[in-house]
């Protein structure tokens, strides 16, 4: 077993044990005591009887399992597929405890693996499912605990987690599509890139030589690529630390608050990602709201949640003056009908439809598949579209090049 666990300051231990239940079912977890006795009587309190029981000493940085657990991230996908699992499982009638640890089991990463472990330890202490999974917000997102509560509260669980599920995907393969669609410009500017820097520290120099010899005068073109040639092979340490700099530091104003804007705003108003950030941000609040209001969440909660899978800080203002209005009587329309200019006009002209009718849910729903739709198209023709726009950057670079070096 690869679990991950701490010696905290009160003496307490955690304990990698095998147990087994009055029935006959073998199951194995991990859990925190004083030491082994007060162990057995905590399984014992549960129905369980011990097979073996050995201390986690995994939590040592000396420990592979350590760092493995540390480095190691959980994948959007694998929480798609647990959340569809876990509802398949308990559907087919198999107890929570004994789905968690089957699914624990078939995991291959070691930092879900914990995870999974110490909620269906929680769980057979009778914790309920949300606050297990509470306990992990980097693993499971406010979206996916506030839905499961539903569940709970609605027992209906496996609608719940299915629904959740079939969110998550959807939103999945939404970004997997806006990955895609800009993976070929990227790997045409770092191209590039790189062969730029290999003209300039190779080719650059040898035609330098000849200049010199020749003592022509060179244009100003020409002396710029000299000048950068020089550098780079003369200061090539300088250069790769002020690089990491330049991109460090812009890394760092982007963390801050102004400069999220910013970067929020330039992606709201270039040509040709603009239009499409807006509809990605119209299907992913139309998807994550129907989603919640499905399970039964509130109109308040649900637009809270909603505020922080939305990405985009301009989309959040929106969301926040919707809560606003809802607390003072306003229709939740409104604030969507305000702002135009960011959410299209046919989602204050829907969600608006969906209160007159009281079918919000399938009006949200309608708007989601709707605009996911739209991206899916757009992101198919996007390399069409910028491929010529590609090809006039890299015309003018080689040419650029070409006159700084034909010219003399």
């Known amino acids: ?23 006959g079912e073998i199951y194995k977890g991990i859990s925190e ?30 420990s592979w399992h350590y760092w493995n657990a540390k480095i190691t991230t959980v994948p959007e996908h ?82 719940a987690l299915r629904t959740v599920g079939n969110q998550m995907e959807s939103m999945y393969n939404l970004k997997k599509k806006v990955k895609g669609a800009l993976m070929y410009p990227s790997i045409v500017l770092i191209a590039i890139v790189g062969i730029s820097i290999l003209m300039i520290t190779q080719v650059v120099p040898t035609l330098a030589a000849t200049f010199k010899e020749l003592n022509a005068d060179l244009p100003r073109s020409t002396q710029v690529m000299i000048g950068i040639s020089d550098f780079l092979i003369g200061h090539s340490i300088l ?60 109109i308040i909660t649900a637009i809270s949640i909603t505020r922080e899978v939305v990405q985009n800080s301009f989309f959040r203002r929106v969301l926040d003056q919707a809560e606003k209005g809802l607390k003072q009587g306003e229709p939740f329309s409104r604030a969507f009908a305000l702002n135009e200019h960011l959410y299209p006009p ?13 079918d919000l849910k399938t009006m949200l729903e ?22 010529p726009f590609l090809m006039v950057f890299i015309g003018g670079a080689v040419g650029f090049f070409a006159v700084s070096m034909v010219s003399p």
Request: some cysteine.
């Open 1 to 23: 077993m690869k679990k991950c666990s701490v010696r905290s300051l009160n003496n307490m231990a955690r304990f990698i044990y095998t147990a087994q239940k009055a029935e």
């Open 33 to 62: 005591a004083k030491d082994k006795l007060e162990l057995f009587q905590q399984i014992r309190r549960e129905g369980g009887k011990v097979v073996s029981v050995k201390l986690d000493t995994s939590t040592s940085p000396w």
């Open 78 to 159: 694998d929480k798609v597929i647990f959340a569809q699992t876990l509802s398949s499982m308990l559907k087919a009638g198999l107890g929570l405890s004994r789905a968690l640890a089957v699914i624990e089991r078939q995991t291959h990463n070691p930092k879900f693996s914990s995870v999974l472990s110490e909620i269906e330890s929680d769980i057979r202490r009778g914790a309920p499912l949300n606050q297990a999974l509470a306990r992990f917000p980097k693993v499971f997102s406010d979206l996916f605990v506030s839905m499961v509560r539903a569940g709970e509260e609605s027992g209906d669980v496996p609608g």
């Open 239 to 298: 250069a790769v630390v002020l690089t990491v700099m330049f991109v460090g530091g812009i890394a760092t104003i982007l963390k801050t608050t102004w400069g999220k804007i910013g970067k929020d705003w330039v992606a709201i108003n270039m040509p040709l990602i603009g239009p499409l950030v807006k509809e990605v941000n119209a299907a992913r609040t139309a998807r994550t709201f129907s989603s919640l209001v499905a399970a039964g969440v509130d």
């Open 346 to 358: 046919l989602v204050g002209e829907m969600i608006a439809v969906g209160e007159e009718t009281g």
């Open 366 to 387: 309608n708007l989601a598949i709707f605009y996911e739709e739209e991206v899916s198209r757009k992101t198919k023709d996007m390399s069409t579209i910028i491929e």
